[in-house]
């Protein structure tokens, strides 16, 4: 299922939520009706949160069926939310906004190049999937940049044949390039998706929801 959306007034729902195939994440303060469409679309169980005390999820949080990898921000409060539906990993690093900084599905990681060795070890090892540095569209946040799944990846229109050769070899699916939210080349920012489905900034124009759903692979 493809279906248009917002959180509040901003088109950027992917900012404001994570998702695996099971679980969504999703601020705390957003609408029943926001909440409804993650639940519908992805076919998810939805679980308000907060984390270090701010809404964006999304960008604080990346997430695949093996886990969550969520800021170092947070605090033990706000981890419980998390811990008592997946096992979680504090991201103790500089770079701590995961979901910004971490592209990852079922089979893979693009991670920020910027990162320590140690730490994509340590992301590799708590996610189980093979982690790679490398920028998208020369960005090192990688996350936003992209969104992806076990069925394909969008991303950045900008994103060099290298950058996308590395995320398919990675990730093991096809990438399609595209825009957001009538040119946003924020792509992760504007979609929150998994296999089974993906919720849209409702500014996203037709042209660029066709692409999103041939790159997402959503027939």
Not at 114 to 141: R, W
Not at 180 to 185: D, E, F, K, Y
Request: charged fraction near 20%; glycine fraction near 10%; proline fraction near 4%.
């Amino acid at each position: 299922m493809l279906r248009l959306s917002r959180y509040g007034g901003n088109p950027n729902i992917g900012v404001y939520a994570v998702a695996n195939e099971s679980l969504s994440f999703v601020a705390a303060n957003a609408s029943s009706e926001f909440f409804k469409d993650v639940e519908e679309a992805l076919g998810v169980t939805v679980i308000p949160a907060i984390v270090s005390g701010s809404y964006v999820i999304g960008s604080l949080v990346a997430m695949n069926s093996n886990g969550a990898v969520v800021t170092g921000l947070a605090e033990e409060s706000e981890l419980k939310t998390f811990s008592s539906r997946i096992p979680c990993m504090r991201l103790d690093d500089p770079a701590n906004a995961a979901g910004n900084n971490i592209l990852v599905n079922d089979r893979g990681a693009i991670v920020n190049p910027e990162f320590s060795d140690s730490t994509v070890k340590a992301i590799e090892d708590f996610l189980g999937v093979p982690c790679v540095k490398s920028t998208v569209a020369g960005c090192t946040t990688v996350g936003s940049a992209c969104r992806a799944t076990a069925k394909g990846c969008v991303c950045h229109p900008d994103a060099t044949d290298e950058e996308v050769a590395v995320i398919e070899d990675v990730l093991k699916v096809e990438v399609r390039k595209t825009t957001v939210n009538h040119g946003s080349r924020a792509v992760g920012a504007g979609i929150l998706s998994n296999s089974k489905g993906a919720l849209v900034g409702d500014t996203t124009t037709p042209i660029e929801l066709g692409r999103i759903e041939d790159g997402l692979a959503l027939f």
